[in-house]
């Protein structure tokens, strides 16, 4: 059974950068669609950005140019590389797969109902 732990949280000051590991084991991410979701302090989880079996990726929006995933078939592991981090990319971060193959390799969904195993994520702080 496939099993993902997220790593790479912290506590980081405005514009500094940090790049967070999603591990799998169980089986390979290799064909799968990954996502990397936040879920900010009272609010739902959302969805920032995923990366398809085929390597497509869809970034929430204004994402693209401070956030980069990117998938390590090697270590079995999906990364989330967030520069220029501010204040509202504070929450938990989440990475998960999905490995039902809902939509195929060309093309990863960024909703929560598109991944059925989920990591119990990662703490990320932005504070001053």
């Known amino acids: 059974q496939l099993r993902l732990v997220e790593s790479g949280g912290g506590l980081v000051q405005p514009g500094e950068s940090l790049t967070l590991s999603c591990a799998a084991s169980?089986?390979?991410?290799?064909?799968?669609?990954v996502g990397w979701f936040r879920q900010a302090p009272g609010k739902e989880r959302a969805g920032v950005v995923c990366?398809?079996?085929?390597?497509?990726?869809n970034y929430a929006t204004n994402m693209s140019d401070r956030f980069s995933i990117w998938r390590d078939v090697a270590r079995n592991s999906v990364y989330l590389q967030m520069n220029g981090l501010q204040f509202d990319d504070t929450g938990r971060y989440f990475c998960?797969?999905?490995?039902?193959?809902?939509?195929?390799?060309?093309?990863?969904?960024?909703?929560?109902?598109?991944?059925?195993?989920w990591g119990l994520g990662t703490q990320v702080t932005v504070s001053s």
């Open positions: 998960a797969a999905d490995d039902r193959g809902v939509y195929g390799r060309s093309f990863c969904a960024r909703s929560t109902t598109s991944y059925a195993r």
């Open positions: 169980g089986s390979s991410l290799e064909n799968l669609s």
């Open positions: 990366i398809s079996g085929g390597g497509g990726t």
